[in-house]
Structure formats: C-alpha cells, structure tokens
C-alpha cells in the first residue's frame, strides 16, 4: 500500500533529512496552475535548504511517499480528487482510487515511512462553533497520538484558535513557538496566545524532538512558525473576512470536509487576494524552518551514535 521514493528511501537509511509535505494544499488549497508552481517551489526551499522534500499523495490506491515531478502535475491538474483524513485510508486502498492527504493523513504516512518533520501551511483545529457543531479537525487527535513533528504558521485563522490552543494541551502536545512566545495566527504573526515555549533556534526544538522521543512519549510536536513580517496581514482585515466568509458558508449550508476549502476561498476572495499571497509566503517559510529542523535532528542522532 505504501511506495517510497528511492530518494527518499536512501536518505533514511542513511540519517539524512526528510521534509514531508501534504498533497492536500496541491488539490484543494490552490486553484491550478499556481498549487503546482507553489507545491514545486516549497520542494526546491527544503531542498535548498538541505534536506530532501517527500511530497506524500495516493494514486490509484497506493501511498506515495515522495511524488515525482509529473505526479504533483498530475495533482494539481486533476479534478475532484478526495481529500482524505484517518477514516477515509481504508475505503481508498480499498477502491483504488487517488486521495490527497491532510494534515493527520500525512502524519500517518510520514510516521509509517520513518519521517519524523512534516511542513505544512496551518494546522486544522476546533472550529467555531464547535460547541453545539462538534467540529473538530481530526488532525488535533492526530498531533496526540503520532510520533510527527509538525511545523506550521499556527492553525487555520478561519478557527477558534484559543480552544483548539485547549484541546492540544489536554492531549499533551507541545506547541513550541519559533522565536515568538505567542501561537501564530496563519495571516497574522501573533495571536495573543501563548505557546508552551519559545524556541530560539532549530538546534532547541531538536532538543526537544529528541526528548520526547528518548523518553517514550507517544504524539507529535507542532511548531508555531510566524509567517515572514513583510507578509503579516492586519487581523482586524482577516477577522471581518472571516466572519464574513462564515456567514456565506452558514448560508450555503457548507458542511463537513468542504468547510476548509470554502472559507479559505472566500477569504481569499474578500481580501482581493492578499491571502493567497500570505498563504504561499508562510509555506516557504515553514519549509526554511522544517529542512533546519531535519537537518539539526539528524545531526544529533549522528553524534549520539558515534
């Protein structure tokens, strides 16, 4: 069920750095041909920045593990390719068919291939409302219970950031900002949130990686990445957006799995497109931070065996 690139593969077996990265961002997070373009772009950043980028999708019921050139074209080109979260793995396999992963998805394959950083834009979370709607991203349980280290902008602005900030801490992540002592925003640099520490550099949060792992506790890491300065958006613009954007979604009757992709297009929309513009600048940045990462905990566990 799972094919690994052969790239990939030796750079396990070898201790070097492996980034994963969601496929989900190349088919439904961008229109095309701009999610090919970016998807090829934050590949060439972690590779840049010395570490191997493993782009992870299934095609035709099996999990790729390191998509080639012509596969994340095929992606981003493709129309109504499912989106794919825990539940949904077994129905794929089954069928046969191509799935994108999500967050939680893509932690299961990376975590199954050995790859300990994934880079994504922003994490799901609790939603609004959530309350009487019990919405809550699957990805939050995943973050509890794989063995991943996850490197975001914080989650999804379109959120209710302070419960989603609850439901980590009642399941034991670490949320570890990247030199900022606040939960990034996705758009905006800051929250007014707190994050369980701040992180001077990579070499710090390897540290913390490697004790958690050391010591055997199970559940992933998330690492709140602020998004580049020059890109930080204004939250009183976001926030009407965003309320906006759910009253439409209200409205239209938007449920389930296409709830995401609806309100980040009409934030998109209502901000005349300077959050696509944000959206891609965070993931090269996150991609800069994930290769660090990568690098610096394969360097330590090369020491530690020596």
């Not at 801490?169 to 925003?185: C, I, M």
Request: proline letters at 4%; a negative charge.
């Amino acid at each position: 069920m799972i094919h690994i690139h052969p790239k990939v593969k030796e750079a396990l077996a070898n201790n070097q750095p492996v980034v994963a990265l969601e496929s989900t961002i190349i088919s439904h997070g961008m229109p095309y041909p701009e999610n090919v373009k970016t998807a090829m772009e934050v590949e060439r950043v972690i590779e840049e920045n010395g570490a191997i980028a493993a782009t992870i999708g299934i095609i035709d019921g099996v999990a790729v593990i390191g998509m080639t050139p012509q596969q994340i074209e095929a992606f981003g080109s493709r129309g109504h390719i499912a989106k794919v979260s825990r539940r949904d793995l077994p129905v794929i396999f089954a069928r046969k068919e191509w799935g994108a992963t999500t967050v939680a998805t893509t932690m299961i394959l990376a975590a199954k291939a050995g790859i300990e950083v994934f880079v994504t834009g922003g994490i799901g979370g609790v939603h609004r409302g959530a309350q009487s709607s019990f919405d809550i991203s699957a990805d939050l349980q995943e973050l509890a219970n794989t063995d991943v280290t996850v490197v975001c902008a914080g989650a999804k602005a379109i959120l209710d950031l302070p419960l989603t900030l609850e439901y980590l801490e009642t399941f034991g992540v670490p949320v570890l900002g990247y030199q900022s002592d606040q939960l990034a925003a996705f758009y905006s640099r800051e929250s007014g949130l707190k994050v369980d520490a701040n992180m001077k550099d990579c070499d710090q949060i390897a540290d913390v990686v490697l004790a958690k792992r050391n010591f055997g506790l199970r559940g992933g890491v998330l690492i709140s990445n602020p998004i580049p300065k020059e890109y930080d958006m204004d939250p009183i613009v976001i926030n009407q957006a965003i309320a906006t954007a759910l009253a439409q979604m209200d409205e239209q009757g938007v449920k389930g799995n296409e709830v995401t992709p609806f309100l980040l297009a009409k934030v998109k929309e209502l901000t005349g497109g300077d959050s696509l513009e944000s959206n891609i600048a965070l993931i090269k940045n996150n991609a800069v931070v994930g290769a660090q990462i990568a690098m610096s905990l394969c360097v330590k566990k090369g020491e530690r065996h020596v």
